[in-house]
């Protein structure tokens, strides 16, 4: 997907990935501005929008706006937010649309208060619940799971919040990793699948919920451990307490966290993202021992399995191609100069490492398959003899519909068509996926029984 | 000075870089677009302002911001700058301040017409120049080399604005890569010692002047060859004229170029900037041949020497620094929460990959250590067993006077410590600088002569 | 009020007053530009928040923001807002806080589609029925009246919007003048008393809503009629249809949009206002015949009736106040300099006028008396002989509810002070206050039994 | 002129007027926020560009931008600018380019160290001293006057600043007057013929410099006198020092500042402008003694003279004119719906104020005649009888080369046409203009000598 993401960049067709949440409850400590750095760590979950809510015992305030985090607060803004309780949230649209309604964290008022609320995920329900609330005279104002949510909590009825939460869950089906604040409380919520990541973790007096281990350690926190599937946890003045409503399922975190999503760092459920794409990279070496000259990463999440990949394979690992970090949301896309503009800005061959050379590209994944096909002429133009291509998982030959968007099923190259035929699409030499028996096998340590991989071969958790 | 670098930004301590300058003659072509583009590539030379200037015959029209490329220029002000020639400039200040009186090109009206000017370099002799024209009647609005060169250039008297330029290269010191523009020409300038690059590149029928050759490839222009130290190329209806003024020099380029500044696709002069930093890392492994459970790099310009080093030891190489690349311009510094923050925003250690292992980290570079300190103590916080440094440059023990602010003397941590007082400062087990003669030995195929390493030897090619 | 303004305006204590609503329903012309116009002409009624929703058929699109028309839309969101219906709104802040999620049209998506609505006024039920609604469940994203009514109107539970309309405005309590639209209809509602104004208009084959007639007349529509109090009129495919909740209420149009808040070109419920202010300028001169040098109004809202009372007594009339219109809401507070600063830089006293001269002063109404004293004491120091003030309206003696922010009841000087008292606090040397028999006779032409006057009495129209 | 202001506001072809300019000396004080109130003072002189510079002793800080002050100034900039002397500046563009270069204060180093300076007329030799100056080697960056001045003014050579300045007046030609501050000292020069107004203030122990009087009232200064024609004042720690270049010239103040461009409440050279309006508006019914049933103003520059003129004819004097306030520089154009929409944005008759009546309308000058004919018609459309049109300034006949610009000689009606041509183009009923005899008379008490009326008669003062 990493190969893709440009591609789609520079073509507007972005890929609709996770959002990162982040919450704390610390009084005494400045709390915004700990959940603006934590924001920081989490802001390749999602670049579309960032938001923070504060509570203060009494009221919630809320700043949002689109962009990244660092273009959407100010110091003056951090400062309007004072409280104990913060979240935080970056966003990319998942299922709804791109509009400032849908930025979060979504902030109510309902009869006992105020309530804020982040989500990571996607309902897969959300219509089916949608219409029952309208029918019942809801309004909304934003098409995003999370006022859905508010809504069915609030309207569970109990005079508890924590009732009001687990009642609710009962209906939710689809993926979620939700922080829900009051002006006195916070809860952290994963789904009873654990689709999301959602990790727990203590600043001083105080307890940080966050997407990814990333940001514990990002603001100096102890990780403590990950909230549990089906778990919800209430922290307040008593601390940390943990309420998990016993539903029996199956156990489904994404693959694509550790595939591409996030960030290398961080420890999800007890694996080390950095460790797990090494290992694929291994196993990859096992499954295509090729020779060639070189191995070359799509940088940047293909680097560490390409890397693997050619320590294993004892091969010489060259970076390749460099990537332009500059090239970014407000660039203007190349319509009146050449079409292949759009790839060589954001990645350019380096020619001395490559001429005459058989070169090895490692990418972590294929999605439409455009993008492959314009590195590998490009790689083939800088003078390499041969390009093979590999890919450190297996075909993404089904959509997602938990909050990744691996685009439509008629857009995934791998669904309608066969491995040699994606290889003469792209133009490479030779193309080996990742088998995904090789996965879990790269994966065991981690027992792979608890990952969902629909994608690669349409066995859904839930329907 | 990678490693400096995010101290640096946190610290508001910007280090003052080089800047970057693309030029382009191109009748029939969107100039401006282009440009845009151009210095996207050199985008890596200069955050601080960017600016376009571009030729139609009969004026200049030019717009420039404080900023990034992409926050400076939009679709709107794109099309308003229509002509056949075009300069863009990316800025770091050297010595001068950063306002947008500053930011260039510089843009002005002579007695022929209109004249602009980007300039790469810093002029040893500004003050005394300065000092000569204002004593002849001279106004100025900014403190910026180019402003002060184009009243030499203009004053030289001559009817010929080549014969100008040749006349005011003789009364310059110091270190400058220019490109001028006039309403009908394009003009790309070299000093004689060659200590900024400067290449020559085609388009179709047009010709591109730019400050590294990864703007050539990114354009998709043919590289033709460097502009040669002293050389003032001519580019107008009657294509490419050189103009040599026969001046005997020492060639001097910068070696930082090679170590840190220029981009790894880029060839200066005959060299590969990628290939230069492998041979770096490659001497260092012969010079310090340590043992070791993997080697790290800090990102990203010291990954590439990193590499080299742990090929040639045969030991593993882990990226065990996990880098934020959103944390930029607008970052909003940690004041009231812990000083540590700074760092670990920045860069996170890989507590996975790093826990009980005998560390090798290999940077780029050291100017103050401060920075370099925070590594080490992080990565033995993570649980290093023990923290090597290894350095793929010599000490910097002077400054430079020529456009690279590698801060004054007194803050140079190797200009008044021994390496076993540094190495205490950082707190790592042992430290290694490339020696003098290890650099020159890895750039040999370069023919190290033609470079100038005067920060490590304080050998100044001018007085 | 108007002299109080600029006041308020300096010290950020804002003059809260009504909104501005304009709606069209027009197949075939561009209706958010005629709205962006219409709004345009109705600035004087809000100057805190702009938006513009927008009815195609299928979809209502929504642009909303802080500030006024001019900042808020550019050619870019007008493009965007497509459609053949629209629905503009400015605003003040009345009960609800000044933030973006107060601001209108209010956009929702209810079982039936979407619905945007547009409100001017003040409920007095508001927080009993907002409890209602959260007690069953409901949720809020703001405290703006006009959140509150569309979820009234949509769990009104009729598959009809106009039945729910009417069902609601059987709840509801205060004034409002609303338009409402959906994908394909236009309503708009005037409260049973008629507190705020409302008129319809045609403009070739479409129909136009606004709150005053001066928008009819900029974007070129003519006047039909004033929606009558109580009524809901709808606008579709079929043209206008008016649904008459036959309530017999008191009527109770706020006599203040005579004396100060509505433009001098609009013509409410039959009466003109500018005819109306001179009225109240010609029976002030009945009751006060003073004799004077000159007679210089308290610009702008004072202008009319110190026209007319120097006209009636036959007296010079002057302009000796001359009024900065740069003062905006990006100004800022001389807080460093002296405080007189502040109303000098609004008002400025033309002393070759003045100077020996006995002075008229008329201002249309004081509120809290504080400015008043700052002019007559400016007018003093200019080098008048006497000041006289008079106000072209009664002592406001009591707090408004109904959506016009004259101060609370402990602010109003005139709530706790008589006449010869406020002539002190002010330093005039005589006061004048129109006598509410002398409004009354004034405004005898429109019928005064249909103008709510309870700030002048306290004879509230409803609890 | 007025009467043209919008329709050029609308047609972007905007009237050029005249700047403003202000200056402070006074230690001890908030130099940088006085001048910014002072500004505001100012803003109708110019609102395309603002700026303020700042001496401190040691160096001038400077800090401008396009638009109003109350857009380009913040509390953070005011707070940058610390010294004991400012400069400000508003600007409309005349001669030059309408771009940030040409934005004043224009700031300089020079051999002796910094200098700003802020300019109000216009240069009728730049181009030949521009000339002069390019050909001994000076290069400028903006097409502004002001650059132009501090190139001669240094480039006079003497050591000594204040003889500089002499020598360089009696190089120039045209109209000027300037404020040009060093780090320790102010300077104000006005030129010979007086053509622009300047004036002395006292503020505690300081000194001010102003375009008009008015800027003095605003911040509580206390005027002192005019700056004689052809005067310099020096002012520093010794106080006010004046030099007078003994030149001996014809007077020639322009009249417009009293017809149309200042504001009512300065004082010009000894004459108030509220009272040469309301002067001139008396002549016009002596010379025009029409009959009718009221007399309307063209707002707001139009109102004092059509105030007097009913005054003197006892007629009815009625705001028959309604004017938007707030259309201003962000407005979008009617460009897709009716033509005709853009005059009645600005301006809306009250019809129930002119129905069936004959109008006499009274404006203060016609330039283009454009919008006068459009006001004609939306009157009538509104029902008048009969619409006369009465102008308190003769016709203007010749293009003014001194700042105000009053369009090229082809655009100008009655430089082409007879006042019976002209009034069957705007369609009134009459038409009549102010005699040049009537204008004198009216400003006899002034002594009109001292008037330049070239616009009116080609009479000009300087070639």
Redesign the interface.
């Known amino acids: 997907m990493a190969g893709e993401h440009f591609e789609m960049l520079l073509d507007e067709d972005k890929p609709k990935e996770a959002c990162g949440v982040f919450g704390i409850y610390a009084p005494g400590q400045?709390v915004a501005?700990?959940t603006?750095?934590g924001l920081?760590?989490l802001?390749?979950r999602g670049q579309e929008s960032a938001g923070i809510a504060v509570g203060d015992g009494e009221k919630i305030t809320c700043r949002k706006g689109m962009g990244?985090?660092?273009?959407v607060?100010?110091?003056d803004t951090?400062r309007m937010l004072k409280g104990h309780i913060a979240l935080g949230h970056v966003r990319y649209s998942t299922a709804a649309e791109n509009t400032i309604?849908n930025a979060q964290p979504?902030?109510?008022?309902?009869?006992q208060g105020m309530?804020a609320l982040g989500h990571n995920g996607n309902l897969t329900n959300y219509a089916e619940l949608r219409?029952k609330l309208?029918?019942s005279?809801?309004?909304?104002?934003s098409?995003a799971d999370s006022e859905l949510m508010?809504?069915l909590i609030?309207?569970a009825?109990t005079e508890d919040l924590a009732s009001g939460i687990l009642k609710t869950m009962e209906q939710l089906e689809g993926s979620y990793s939700l922080i829900l604040i009051t002006e006195k409380k916070m809860f952290g919520i994963r789904d009873p699948h654990g689709m999301r990541p959602l990790c727990l973790g203590r600043l001083g007096d105080g307890y940080i919920l966050a997407s990814e281990s990333?940001a514990l350690?990002?603001?100096?926190a102890e990780f403590i451990r990950d909230v549990k599937p089906g778990e919800v946890v209430m922290i307040d003045e008593d601390g940390v307490t943990a309420l998990q409503p016993h539903r029996d399922c199956k156990r489904a975190l994404c693959v694509f966290e550790f595939v591409y999503l996030a960030?290398?760092?961080s420890?999800i459920d007890g694996l080390?993202v950095?460790?797990a794409r090494y290992a694929l990279g291994k196993e990859l070496a096992r499954e295509y021992p090729l020779d060639g000259d070189m191995v070359i990463p799509v940088p940047d999440s293909g680097?560490?399995s390409a890397?693997a990949y050619a320590?294993e394979r004892g091969l010489?690992?060259r970076?390749g191609l460099?990537k332009?970090?500059?090239?970014?949301?407000?660039?203007?896309r190349?319509v009146?100069?050449?079409r292949?503009?759009g790839v060589?800005?954001k990645l350019?061959?380096?020619?001395?490492?490559i001429f005459g050379k058989r070169v090895i590209m490692v990418d972590d994944s294929i999605v439409r398959g455009t993008t492959s096909g314009k590195l590998v002429q490009m790689i083939r133009e800088a003078g390499a003899k041969e390009v093979h291509l590999l890919v450190s998982s297996p075909p993404v030959t089904h959509s997602c519909y938990y909050g990744i968007d691996t685009s439509k099923n008629g857009e995934l190259i791998a669904a309608s068509h066969c491995i040699e035929e994606i290889r003469e699409h792209i133009g490479a030499d030779s193309l080996g996926y990742l088998s995904r028996s090789g996965l879990h096998a790269a994966l065991a340590p981690f027992n792979p029984d608890i990952l969902c991989d629909a994608c690669f071969c349409g066995d859904y958790p839930i329907r």
């Open positions: 400045d501005r700990i603006y750095y920081y760590a802001q390749h990244l985090v660092g273009e607060f100010t110091e951090l309604e979504h902030n109510f008022y309902y009869k309530i219409r309208a029918d005279g809801a309004v909304f104002q098409t508010i809504n609030v309207r009825g990333c350690d990002t603001i100096g960030r290398p760092d420890v080390s950095q460790q680097t560490s890397f320590m010489p690992f970076e460099m332009n970090r500059y090239v970014g949301r407000t660039f203007i190349p009146q100069v050449t292949d503009l060589r800005l350019n061959p380096i020619r001395e490492m």
